[in-house]
C-alpha cells in the first residue's frame, strides 16, 4: 500500500506541475508598446520563403498595431545571432526556414495551416491589446482531488490525452504477457528475492527503452512537423496499427498481427528459464535479466509502437517545449507502468502470479484498436480538435463508447441469433 501510494503522489506531482506550466506557456502575451511583432527568418534561396514573405508582410500591413522584423539568415552572420538567441530564449534549436516568431509561439515552415495558425494567434494577441486592463474572462474547468485540491484543468488538453492514452497503452497484450510468465517461472523458486531482482530490472529495462523509443519519435515529428503532409502520414500509419489490433480481436494472430506469435514463445521460455538456471549470483541475475528484457523490448515494439505515434505527433503539432515533453513523458511512463508495477507488487506479497490468457489480449486490442482509430480519424478530419480539453473528453469518450457497442453486439445480441463472427467461438 505504501509503494501505490508513492506512486500515486509521484503522479500527482507531475499533474500539478504541469497544470502550472502548460498555462502559463498558453497564456503568455507579447504586447510591446501596444504592438504586435512578428519576428521573421528566411534563407536566400528557400522556396518556401517565397511564398511565406509576401503573405506574412501582407498580413502585417493590414493593421498598424502590427510589425514585422525580417532577418536573412544563411547569409548574415548578425541575423543568424538573433535568430539563435530568441530560439534559445524559446527552447528550440534554429534549424529550419521560414521560422515565425510571435511572443512565446513559433512556426517552422510554412503552410495554410501554419498561416492560418499565425492569423488566430495575432487576433488573440490584438484583442487582448484593445483591452489591456481587463482580463479576458475565462471559463475555469477543475476537478477536486482527495489531498491535493483543486486543479485548474482549463487548456490542460495535453495532460488529460497523455493519462488516457499513457493508461490504455499500459494493457498492452505483449507486454503484460511476458511479465506474467517471468514472474510465474520466477515464482517458481519460492524466492522473494528472486523475484523482486527480476521484475524490478524487466520493469526499469523495458520502461527505459520504451521511453527512448518515444523521445525518439517525438524529435523525428518535431523536426519535421513543418511539412504539411506529414498529419496525414502519421494518421495513415495509426490507422494501419488500429485496423490490425481490432482484427485481432476477431481473429487473433491470423494474417498481420502486432503480437508475439506462439512461434516465438517456446524460445522465451527457455531463455526465461535460463536467466534462473545461470544466475548464480545477483549480479549475473541482474544482467540476464536486463538483456533479456532488452531483447524483448525490440520484439514488443512492433506490437505497442502506435500509441507513442500517435501521441508523440499531438505534442509536435502543438509545438511543446522540451521541459513540457519531458514533463508529460514522466507522466505518461508512470501510468504506462502502473498495471505492471500492480502484476509485480501481487507477486511479490503473494508469492502468486496470474497468466494472461488470450480473450483478455483479444479485449484489450480492441480497446486499443477503437481508441487508436479514433484518434488516427480525428488527426485527419480536424486535428484542432484535441486542442481543448472538453473535444478531448468527447472524443476518448466516443471510443470508448463504441469499444462497449461493438462487445454488445459481438458477445451478446448476435449470439442469439446463432450469429458468430471471427474465432473466438
Known amino acids: 500500500m505504501k509503494v501505490k501510494k508513492l506512486g500515486f503522489y509521484a503522479i500527482m506531482a507531475l499533474v500539478i506541475a504541469l497544470t502550472a506550466i502548460i498555462p502559463a506557456q498558453a497564456n503568455r502575451v507579447y504586447a510591446e508598446n501596444q504592438e504586435v511583432t512578428i519576428y521573421y527568418f528566411w534563407g536566400d534561396g528557400c522556396p ?61 515552415g510554412y503552410t495554410e495551416n501554419i498561416r492560418g495558425e499565425i492569423v488566430s494567434h495575432i487576433d488573440k494577441l490584438l484583442t487582448q491589446i484593445e483591452t489591456p486592463t481587463e482580463e479576458p474572462p475565462v ?6 482531488l482527495p489531498l491535493i485540491g483543486t486543479i485548474d484543468l482549463t487548456g490542460q488538453s495535453l495532460l488529460v490525452s497523455t493519462l488516457i492514452i499513457s493508461f490504455v497503452d499500459g494493457f498492452n497484450p505483449c507486454s503484460l504477457w511476458v511479465l506474467s510468465v517471468l514472474l510465474s517461472i520466477t515464482l517458481q523458486t519460492r524466492s522473494r528475492k528472486k ?39 502519421v494518421a495513415l500509419i495509426a490507422l494501419a496499427f488500429a485496423l490490425v489490433n481490432i482484427k485481432d480481436y476477431f481473429w487473433f494472430q491470423e494474417g498481420i498481427s502486432f503480437s508475439i506469435s506462439d512461434k516465438k514463445k517456446p524460445g522465451i521460455y527457455q531463455r526465461m528459464r535460463g536467466i534462473l538456471r545461470d544466475s548464480d549470483s545477483v549480479w549475473k541475475l541482474i544482467i540476464a535479466t536486463v538483456v533479456f528484457a532488452a531483447g524483448i523490448a525490440l520484439v514488443e515494439l512492433a506490437c505497442t509502437a502506435g500509441f507513442p505515434v500517435i501521441w508523440s505527433n499531438i505534442l509536435a503539432s502543438q509545438q511543446v517545449t522540451t521541459t513540457t ?3 508529460l513523458l514522466l507522466v505518461y511512463m508512470l501510468v504506462y507502468l502502473l498495471d505492471e508495477v500492480g502484476i509485480f507488487l501481487v507477486a511479490v506479497f503473494t ?68 450469429i458468430k463472427i471471427g474465432t473466438e467461438y
Open 325 to 327: 515533453f519531458v514533463l
Open 139 to 144: 471559463d475555469r474547468e477543475t476537478i477536486n
Open 48 to 108: 518556401v520563403c517565397n511564398i511565406a514573405t509576401p503573405e506574412l508582410q501582407a498580413i502585417a500591413d493590414e493593421d498598424p498595431r502590427i510589425n514585422i522584423e525580417i532577418y536573412e539568415v544563411w547569409f548574415n552572420a548578425e541575423a543568424q545571432q538573433i535568430f539563435v538567441e530568441m530560439a534559445g530564449d524559446l527552447g528550440f534549436q534554429p534549424r529550419y526556414v521560414p521560422t515565425t516568431i510571435i511572443g512565446d509561439r513559433y512556426w517552422e
Open 351 to 418: 508469492l502468486r502470479s496470474t497468466k494472461l490468457e488470450e480473450k483478455h489480449g483479444r479485449v484489450l486490442k480492441l480497446i486499443g484498436g477503437v481508441l487508436m482509430l479514433t484518434l488516427a480519424l480525428v488527426m485527419i478530419i480536424d486535428p484542432n480538435v484535441m486542442n481543448d480539453i472538453t473535444g478531448t473528453l468527447i472524443i476518448f469518450a466516443l471510443a470508448i463508447g463504441a469499444t462497449a457497442l461493438i462487445l454488445l453486439i459481438h458477445r451478446v445480441i448476435l449470439p442469439k441469433f446463432n
Open 195 to 233: 523475484v523482486l531482482i527480476v521484475g524490478f530490472s524487466f520493469l526499469l529495462t523495458t520502461a527505459a527503452l520504451y521511453g527512448l523509443f518515444i523521445a525518439g519519435v517525438f524529435s523525428v515529428l518535431r523536426i519535421i512537423s513543418f511539412l504539411g503532409w506529414i498529419q496525414v502520414v
